[in-house]
């Protein structure tokens, strides 16, 4: 639920066009997703660096998930350190839309493979598509 309640802030910080905000919301919104598909195997990482490395070594290296999405994670991050640490980088709507795009493009198949490894979590599967779509439509 984690992840939905972050990535809900998304279309109102694109409507009040703060750019930083958003592009920090995409990153936290699906960087919870995949702490919940680590969460389901058993596993916990204390850093965000750990995080993207277990994240890549159990669910990337041998699949079932294709290093689009590990890339996918790693550049939203890259975006969120810039937004939120580096002011000499303009930020706008345009790139604040393409890190959209690019959350959307992240997040479809971990909640694909979360609804398969974690039918416990199917609400909050459910809920997090449904903000998704919400986004999508923004």
Do not use: W
Not at 1 to 6: D, Q, Y
Not at 123 to 136: F, N, Q
Request: with cysteine.
């Amino acid at each position: 639920r984690r992840a939905a309640n972050i990535l809900r802030a998304v279309p109102v910080l694109l409507r009040e066009r703060q750019p930083e905000g958003t592009i920090s919301a995409c990153y936290y919104g699906v960087l919870h997703l995949a702490l919940a598909l680590l969460s389901a195997a058993g596993l916990v990482a204390t850093t965000h660096r750990g995080s993207h490395q277990l994240f890549s070594l159990h669910f990337v290296k041998n699949g079932p998930l294709t290093p689009a999405v590990a890339r996918g994670l790693a550049r939203l991050l890259s975006d969120r350190d810039t937004a939120d640490y580096d002011a000499t980088v303009p930020l706008d709507d345009e790139a604040a839309r393409e890190t959209v795009a690019l959350a959307l493009r992240t997040a479809g198949p971990m909640l694909d493979l979360i609804r398969e490894r974690a039918p416990e979590a199917m609400d909050a599967v459910a809920e997090a598509e449904a903000v998704l779509l919400e986004i999508s439509r923004s």
